[in-house]
């Protein structure tokens, strides 16, 4: 007997409604995302009060960003801060605490990067709409740059805490083993 979670079929459920907001015929997927999208957002933003505590969970919560990306990018121009002050913030409250980081557990940790990763990447995408909604709400910038910067240090740690390579160079005088 094949065994199926809830958290599958959610996964599951948002890859359908990521190939229905993609549809071509924006007739026909603009309805869904007026319809759909409001309850998502609603449902990846109570993950931040319930982190997920396993790789099951960690999916559907990806999947589900993933399809909040989407309508971001699908969305005209003049409505790009709007949609991005629904994800923006959804991803900054699955940052972790600098002090809570090393007591989470890895699926928790695991969401923390996802999220981070995914604002490094948004920011660049969406410059004028990203700045307009960090300047909006400072609380989310500050909290941003601090798991930026602890990102960086545990990088920067990480690269000091491997030993230098080791480089064979050829000897600059040779010596003659044959004296005569």
Do not use: W
Not at 122 to 129: D, K, N, Q, S, V
Not at 139 to 152: D, H, M, S, V, W
Not at 174 to 180: I, P, Q
Request: charged residues 15%.
């Amino acid at each position: 007997i094949y065994h199926v979670s809830i958290l599958q079929v959610q996964a599951k459920c948002y890859q359908l409604i990521l190939s229905v907001f993609q549809h071509s015929n924006r007739a026909l997927s603009t309805p869904y995302i007026h319809a759909l999208a409001p309850i998502m957002v609603e449902n990846l933003k109570a993950v931040a009060r319930k982190r997920p505590s396993n790789s099951t969970e960690l999916l559907a919560v990806q999947e589900g960003i993933k399809v909040l990306e989407t309508v971001v990018a699908l969305g005209e121009e003049k409505n790009r801060v709007q949609l991005l002050a629904l994800l923006v913030p959804t991803l900054i409250s699955y940052l972790l605490d600098v002090n809570a980081f090393s007591s989470a557990s890895p699926s928790s940790k695991d969401l923390h990067e996802f999220a981070l990763q995914n604002l490094m990447r948004i920011g660049p995408l969406y410059p004028h709409a990203f700045k307009t909604v960090m300047g909006a709400a400072p609380e989310l910038k500050a909290c941003l740059e601090t798991a930026i910067r602890a990102n960086q240090a545990s990088k920067a740690k990480a690269a000091s805490r491997q030993p230098a390579p080791t480089i064979q160079s050829a000897p600059t005088i040779k010596l003659k083993t044959n004296f005569f």
